[in-house]
């Protein structure tokens, strides 16, 4: 079992950055890969970014050039750095993680505002 916690999130003035974390713990396990999601209010679930075991990135169109994943394995956390933050990236960011055994685990979500 894999337990994540986010942090990082918060009230950001448009134009503003903030680098989300997400920390995990729990028995030992083997990385395969991890993402961070966002979902705004009556909106669906959408993914913004991932990151695979062999480094391989994928990001939304949306955010493409604003943001930048990354992990650090000997932390078990991954980031993810956003840059250019517009009022519509307001939503709860959500990381997950998929080890080569289980998953993917979710964490509890944080609250991203960016004001205009």
């Known amino acids: 079992q894999v337990h994540l916690v986010e942090s990082g999130g918060g009230l950001v003035q448009s134009g503003g950055s903030l680098r989300l974390s997400c920390a995990a713990s729990g028995t030992d396990f083997t990385f395969a890969s991890a993402g961070w999601y966002r979902q705004a209010p009556g909106m669906q679930r959408d993914l913004v970014a991932e990151i695979w075991r062999n480094g391989i990135t994928n990001y939304d169109e949306s955010m493409k050039g604003r943001i930048t994943i990354s992990r650090d394995s000997a932390k078990n956390t991954v980031y993810l750095q956003m840059n250019g933050l517009r009022p519509e990236d307001t939503a709860v960011y959500y990381c997950?993680?998929?080890?080569?055994?289980?998953?993917?685990?979710w964490g509890q979500g944080i609250q991203v505002t960016v004001s205009s």
């Open positions: 997950t993680l998929t080890t080569l055994s289980g998953g993917p685990y």
